[in-house]
Nanobody
Framework: QVQLVESGGGLVQPGGSLRLSCAAS????????MTWYRQAPGKERELVAG????????NYADSVKGRFTISRDNAKNTVYLQMNSLKSEDTAVYYC????????????WGQGTQVTVSS
């Protein structure tokens, strides 16, 4: 069955770093664009960073440009989000999303991982 399992979240001080991972199984990972979203309490879910199925194009929310880096390893069926210079406003549940590059509306979500930035 399809699974997206996020890991790497936790509590970090402002200015610190975390690396999130999302391990995929049950579908052809290399055929899916991957995106990280986040949702803070009382706010709507927002796109953080995305990467195409080939890995040759990435995009970022303005709020994280220059601080976050998305990458993928198709051999390991895993997408990563390296988060540096973390701020309190980065506190949220981070979700991994897979969107098929070939099948319209074929999308999967992970269960989320909590990131808390606080001193």
């Amino acid at each position: 069955q399809v699974q997206l399992v996020e890991s790497g979240g936790g509590l970090v001080q402002p200015g610190g770093s975390l690396r999130l991972s999302c391990a995929a199984s049950g579908f052809t990972f290399r055929s899916y664009a991957m995106t990280w979203y986040r949702q803070a309490p009382g706010k709507e879910r927002e796109l953080v960073a995305g990467i195409t199925h080939t890995g040759d194009t990435t995009n970022y929310a303005d709020s994280v440009k220059g601080r976050f880096t998305i990458s993928r390893d198709n051999a390991k069926n895993t997408v990563y989000l390296q988060m540096n210079s973390l701020k309190s406003e980065d506190t949220a549940v981070y979700y991994c999303n897979a969107q098929s590059a070939y099948i319209l509306h074929r999308t999967y979500w992970g269960q989320g991982t909590q990131v808390t930035v606080s001193s």
